[in-house]
């Protein structure tokens, strides 16, 4: 792999544990007016003067199953992060990381398909519910996962013939 292929999926593997990192760690996926944002563990409701407090998911009157999916997006979303950034820094020691980043294309996978599950089990009953920033850094942190996931395994894969460096 070239030094400028290996920067740039350094980079994608970083921002992808970031985006993984702030999307369900403390962004919002739903938002109700301007008071109240709701993520995956946990809602945080403003009042008028600055106060604001954080509550459980379960005043959204969603489901055992919708609760349990924001508990495994939480979780999924932090171990695909560990995962990129364990690839990323094999990367950056030259390593050819094809089970780091198998182990991170599943973290992904995991992940996307407990997000799946969390958005489309949304409660409905929350009148003026809008999607947020959280759900668009998620879907980023997938793509960009997936990119630096596969072209790290297709180049391992095609220079499996080779000496590794």
């Known amino acids: 792999m070239s030094p400028l292929r290996r920067w740039l999926a350094i980079v994608c593997a970083v921002s992808a544990a970031a985006a993984f990192a702030v999307a369900v760690q403390g962004s919002a996926w739903w938002r109700v007016g301007d008071e109240v944002g709701i993520g995956t563990v946990s809602s945080r409701h403003c009042f008028g003067g600055g106060a604001c407090q ?5 005043w959204a009157g969603g489901t055992d199953t919708w609760v349990r999916a924001g508990s495994a997006t939480y ?6 992060a560990l995962m990129l950034l364990a690839l990323a820094g094999a990367l950056a020691a030259r390593a050819r990381g094809r089970l780091l980043a198998a182990s991170a294309g599943v973290a992904t996978l995991t992940a996307a398909v407990v997000g799946t599950v969390f958005v489309i089990n949304r409660p409905t009953t929350v009148a003026g ?12 942190a997938i793509a960009l996962a997936a990119g630096v996931v596969g072209t790290t395994l297709w180049r391992t894969r095609a220079g499996a013939g080779s000496a590794p460096r």
């Open 54 to 58: 954080r509550t459980g998911l379960g």
């Open 75 to 80: 979780a999924a979303g932090l171990v695909a």
């Open 129 to 140: 519910t809008e999607a947020d920033y959280g759900q668009l850094l998620f879907a980023l």
